[in-house]
């Protein structure tokens, strides 16, 4: 199948799981998770209508932005970011989704106010509690938010997660429905600027559970572009 019979799919899906809970799957914001793969596929991922790109290599988004392929869409950077490579990101992504430490969001805050501009942010939650994965624990997740909510040049605009590789078991539904709750307790203690806008969780093998479970921001990579290399 084309890139663009891919999302048309995956768009259909969205709107079936998002319906389950009662929400619009037009409301889902779909990020094509697009490392490894080449302008071509990219471009007619962005012409098929996905609302963002999502990059996870620092190195990977900055050679491939230089050449245009993301033009016109907006850019998200969906990987671990190293502290070293804060610098070359900030004001380049639109959207951040792993702040994940209030040393990291004082690098990004320290870089946007140099740049003259208001970084937006995902606090990226390690809601599996993984040694081996980024993100804050779930017990600190509204501590850093309400943090970040302190620091000049850095938006904080919702949550990020990505659970154990479990899809289709109960371990991975309660993972979900574990952000989700983590997500509207933050939201309803309304600490002054941060705002509680969007829920990125669900890729290839689980977006569909996640989007029923409330999720309005999915990462998908090879359900866009086919199995990576
Ligand atoms: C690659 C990637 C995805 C998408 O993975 P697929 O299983 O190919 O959909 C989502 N999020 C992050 C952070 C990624 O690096």
Not at 14 to 26: L, P
Not at 89 to 104: C, K, N, T
């Amino acid at each position: 199948m084309s890139v663009s019979e891919n999302v048309m799919r995956i768009r259909e899906n969205i709107e079936r799981a998002a319906a389950r809970s009662g929400g619009n799957g037009s409301d889902v914001i779909l990020v094509a998770a697009c490392k490894s793969n080449v302008k071509e596929k990219i471009r007619e991922a962005i012409s098929a209508g996905v609302d963002a790109c999502g990059e996870n290599r620092v190195q990977e988004l900055i050679e491939k932005n230089a050449a245009g392929v993301y033009a016109g869409c907006p850019l998200h950077f969906i990987g671990h970011l190293q502290k070293n490579k804060v610098r070359q990101i900030v004001g380049v992504a639109s959207l951040i989704q792993s702040a994940d430490s209030a040393e990291l969001i004082e690098m990004i805050s320290k870089r946007a106010l140099h740049l003259g501009i208001c970084q937006d942010v995902l606090i990226e939650v390690n809601i599996g509690r993984e040694a081996a994965k980024s993100g804050v624990d779930p017990r600190a997740a509204a501590e850093l938010a309400a943090f970040a909510g302190t620091v000049d040049g850095v938006c904080v605009r919702g949550l990020m997660a990505i659970p154990p590789y479990s899809p289709g078991q109960t371990s991975e539904l309660r993972c979900f429905q574990e952000m989700y709750n983590i997500f509207v307790d933050i939201k309803s203690k309304k600490y002054n600027n941060i705002r509680m806008d969007y829920l990125s969780m669900g890729m290839s093998a689980d977006y569909e559970a996640a989007v029923s479970c409330g999720a309005n921001m999915v990462r998908i990579g090879s359900a866009v572009f086919g199995a990576r290399q």
